[in-house]
């Protein structure tokens, strides 16, 4: 199994947490990471999304439908993450848009198998193959792009 575990882009400050959109900034980075991420994907693969809308937003960048799952909200359990990719026994990629620290804590547990709130900046990703312990395939700041 590939899983991505992308943060969603940077976003309004303030207001209703689920409800808060990207600025054009998290816009522009989006849809560099997207850009990217398209080249190097597999032609087929699952889409997952927090239902908070600078999650979603993110998503959407792909171009794909995006399946929206509650259980990666804001405040996610590193539990509830895996359970929601399919982890480990799905078949392909799953790219999962969510947030901090909770992907940052999910990636601490699949690459070094310790709790810990490892940083992915706004708009950043990991991608991880296998089973744990994980490879990493690779690390992106939409910075770099």
């Not at 590939?2 to 969603?8: E, F, G, K, P, S």
């Not at 908070?52 to 509650?70: D, E």
């Not at 790219?95 to 070094?112: E, K, S, T, Y």
Request: glycine letters at 8%; a neutral charge; one cysteine or more.
């Amino acid at each position: 199994m590939d899983l991505i575990l992308w943060r969603h882009a940077e976003a309004e400050e303030g207001g209703n947490d689920l409800a808060r959109e990207l600025t054009p900034k998290g816009e522009k980075q989006a849809a560099r990471v997207a850009q990217w991420l398209l080249q190097r994907l597999p032609a087929r693969f699952s889409l997952i999304s927090s239902p908070a809308a600078r999650a979603q937003q993110t998503a959407q960048a792909l171009g794909i439908p995006v399946k929206t799952s509650k259980d990666i909200a804001p405040g996610a359990a590193v539990s509830a993450i895996l359970k929601a990719a399919g982890w480990p026994d799905y078949k392909g990629t799953v790219v999962m848009v969510g947030h901090q620290p909770d992907l940052g804590r999910a990636v601490a547990h699949l690459v070094a198998g310790v709790c810990s709130e490892w940083h992915i900046e706004k708009g950043g990703f990991w991608w991880l193959s296998g089973e744990a312990p994980v490879a990493v395939r690779a690390v992106l700041s939409p910075d770099l792009l």
